[in-house]
Nanobody, 122 residues
Framework: EVQLVESGGDLVQPGGSLRLSCTVS?????LTWFRQVPGKEREGVAS????????MYADSVKDRFTISWNEAERSAYLQMDLLKPEDTAMYYC??????????????????GGQGTQVTVSS
């Protein structure tokens, strides 16, 4: 069974940076970072295929966020730069074991973590 554990969320000022981590146990095909604020749908932020160098990003974070995978550490990272107040959300990592469906659709993922809070505020 796959287990995911997120960490790295914090309070940061606008324009600042944070790096989120998602440690994975088990074999996965791809991993995606989602975020959610109360009252809104979960939003796909960035996704990576762990076996090949292919990443996808939401338009809202392109050129500011970078997703990566470290096979030796069995961890995915989300480097977030130039943070904005609208990036404030609970961030979750989710994984699936096959390439099924569009990457930003939460329902296509088999496994998810508990989330880590990111707050961007002065």
């Amino acid at each position: 069974e796959v287990q995911l554990v997120e960490s790295g969320g914090d309070l940061v000022q606008p324009g600042g940076s944070l790096r989120l981590s998602c440690t994975v146990s088990g074999t996965i095909f791809s991993l995606t970072w989602f975020r959610q604020v109360p009252g809104k749908e979960r939003e796909g932020v960035a996704s990576i295929y762990t076996a090949v160098d292919r990443m996808m990003y939401a338009d809202s974070v392109k050129d500011r966020f970078t997703i990566s995978w470290n096979e030796a550490e069995r961890s995915a990272y989300l480097q977030m730069d130039l943070l904005k107040p609208e990036d404030t959300a609970m961030y979750y990592c989710a994984a699936r074991t096959a390439n099924i469906g569009i990457w930003w659709a939460p329902a296509t993922y088999d496994y998810g973590g508990q989330g880590t809070q990111v707050t961007v505020s002065s």
